[in-house]
C-alpha cells in the first residue's frame, strides 16, 4: 500500500472517533448511534443499487461496512471520494 492509503485509513480512523464522540455527548446517544449506522449502510447499498445507472460502487465488505456505520452518510462520501482518489 502507498502512503496515500495510510493517510487516508488514518483519516477514516480519526473521523470514526470524533463522530462517536460527538454522538456520545447527545441526550440520547444510543439513538443517535443507531441512527447514524442505518442511514450510513443503507446509503452504501443505495449507491451500490444507483450503480446500474451511476456506474459508481463500493464493494460490501467487512472495512467499507464499518465505515458506512460509524461514519453514516459523510461515510460513504468518504469512502466515495477516496475510491476516486485512488482509482
Keep these: ?3 496515500g492509503s495510510y493517510i487516508i485509513f488514518a483519516f477514516l480512523i480519526l473521523s470514526g ?3 462517536l464522540a460527538v454522538t456520545l ?3 440520547k446517544p444510543f ?7 442505518f442511514s450510513g449502510v443503507g446509503s ?3 449507491v451500490n443499487i444507483a450503480s446500474a445507472i451511476t456506474a459508481v460502487s463500493l464493494p ?3 472495512l ?3 465505515v458506512s456505520a460509524v461514519g453514516g452518510i459523510p461515510g460513504v462520501v468518504l469512502l466515495l471520494i477516496s ?3 485512488l482509482s
Design 1 to 3: 500500500m502507498s502512503i
Design 17 to 19: 472517533i470524533i463522530i
Design 25 to 27: 455527548r447527545n441526550e
Design 31 to 37: 439513538k443517535n448511534i443507531f441512527l447514524s449506522l
Design 44 to 46: 452504501l447499498f443505495a
Design 60 to 62: 460490501v465488505n467487512t
Design 64 to 66: 467499507t461496512l464499518s
Design 83 to 85: 475510491d476516486v482518489l
